[in-house]
């Protein structure tokens, strides 16, 4: 039996997804090693047969409880995902069906860091990705914070960057507020957004931050800064403005 799960290239889409429903070490590494190397008419026969919903369900019950062998398993299944998505036909799959998207964001309210660090850098290439992408993230965000009764849909990045003591985790949270705002070409959605995270503490995050000496980290901070400003620029020399705009505006120049 060993011996045949060594030999996860040959496994077709059906037999890996009859594994990935037996939690092992050995079943969910090897299905990641094989879809980091699949074929476009591998992953097109594994998408048709649900394979995706198969690794959600995986990944939704992997999130229950917190565990050693939990965590393993939980990251191994979400890299397998990162590949999955990391296809084009993964990713329109992917963004064809909402409650994927819903489920991904979902696991950020595991404990594992790792597992959490790789939502967010998914999304951040998800909502960059299209107008449906971002669209899709956005969707995936309200739906975690109606599930945690939150006001705020971007609570949960402000709350877990005050939480983190690890840095590469903290850049990556930036790096998903950067895609996030700057996932649309709407200004005022830009605006809105950037308000949103600022009136939650964003600026004060950043600020606290500024002394960490982490090259990615220290980029993120300076693309945030420097859109922040493009956009306000911008948006000082818009004639037309509505009375929701002028509040916005105005809110945002009180807060800093």
Partial sequence: MFDFLEKFEEWD???????????????????????ENAKS???EDFLERDGLAVLFDRLEKLSTGFSI????????????????VNSKIGLEYLLAHRQFTRQLFNAMATKNTLVKKLVLELFSAVCVYSTLGHEATLDAIDYFKMSRT?????????????????IEYKAAILGFANSLILG???IWTRHAIRSEMIGLGLLEVIENMKMTDNPELAIQIQVFELHRIKDEDSL???????LFDLFSLYFIKVWL
């Avoid at 949960?156 to 005050?162: F, G, R, T």
């Fill in 13 to 35: 889409p059906e037999l890996s997804i009859q594994l990935l429903k037996i939690p092992s070490l050995p079943n969910y590494s090897g299905f990641r090693k094989l879809i």
């Fill in 41 to 43: 008419s591998w992953m």
């Fill in 69 to 84: 062998t939990n965590a393993l398993f939980q990251s191994e299944v979400t890299y397998a995902i990162r590949a999955v």
């Fill in 150 to 166: 939150d006001v705020h849909r971007c609570s949960i990045l402000i709350s877990e960057i005050n939480a983190s003591d690890t």
């Fill in 184 to 186: 649309t070409a709407k």
């Fill in 236 to 242: 000082d020399a818009t004639e037309e403005k509505s």
